[in-house]
């Protein structure tokens, strides 16, 4: 059984950092597709970033260079690092593990930034 657990969400004010952790359990790290979402009500669920084994992680246009997709598998641990945080950055993050065909989804955390 796949279980993912987010946390480490929270207020923080323009210009700074967090990070979120995502503890993933019942997975194949080394098959696994893992990564972040964010999604504000009404607003579509946006790919954040994405890292499997053997290639480079991916980002957003939009967080490029902004954040970092990291994991330690010895840990079982998908994290983000979210440095110069924008206003923009506000939204619910969920972290992904995609075993295909299946997807599998955390509880989500909130990121929430003051202006």
């Known amino acids: 059984q796949v279980q993912l657990v987010e946390s480490g969400g929270g207020l923080v004010q323009a210009g700074g950092s967090l990070r979120l952790s995502c503890t993933a359990s019942?997975?194949?790290?080394?098959?696994?597709?893992l990564g972040w979402y964010r999604q504000n009500p009404g607003k579509q669920r946006e790919l954040v970033a994405t890292?499997?084994?053997?290639?480079?992680?991916t980002y957003a246009d939009s967080v490029q260079g902004r954040f970092t997709i990291s994991k330690d598998t010895a840990k079982r641990t998908l994290f983000l690092q979210m440095n110069g945080l924008k206003h923009d950055d506000t939204a619910v993050y969920y972290c992904?593990?995609?075993?295909?065909?299946?997807?599998?989804w955390g509880q989500g955390t909130q990121v929430t930034v003051s202006s």
């Open positions: 019942g997975i194949i790290w080394s098959m696994t597709t």
């Open positions: 890292i499997r084994s053997g290639r480079d992680p």
């Open positions: 992904y593990a995609r075993i295909s065909p299946e997807t599998y």
